[in-house]
């Protein structure tokens, strides 16, 4: 489901803030994706070690990417019982996991990666400081968001 923008400046104004937590639907998807794949990591790395071993590349190869699915499962499970991470919005600035006040906020990127892992980046003006990376996990239409934290940005700037 799309919410527009107006009705997230609509809930800025009634509530002071916007919740964005994480959309269920796609943690689902990723849970059963990487159970999928750690199972059959586990398949594979006990047929070959009932085979013969766990020696060479091969090995190495198939104990990391086991390594792997058993922590995207279990970030996955982590977000769906948690239902974090949270992006927030609201009058100090925005919000995920940590906080970046508007007036460190240096730029609001346009929505950039692959097809279904875009992000925009929320950079800071402290360039040691990590960007907030809000992606569809959080928010559905990107390309609404942007200019919408954009036109926040450039408000709460004129209010400094």
Known sequence: MTVSVEAWTSELETKGSVEF??????LMVRLVGFGLLMLLSVWTNVDHLRADGVSGALGVLRLTALAAFVYGTGLAAWQLVTNRPVVTVNAEGITRGRSLPW????SIGEPTGLPLARAVQVRPVDRRTRPISISHDNVEDLDALAPWLRSLHQQHLGHV
């Open 103 to 106: 007036s460190r906020i240096t």
């Open 21 to 26: 937590p994480p959309r269920r639907g796609r």
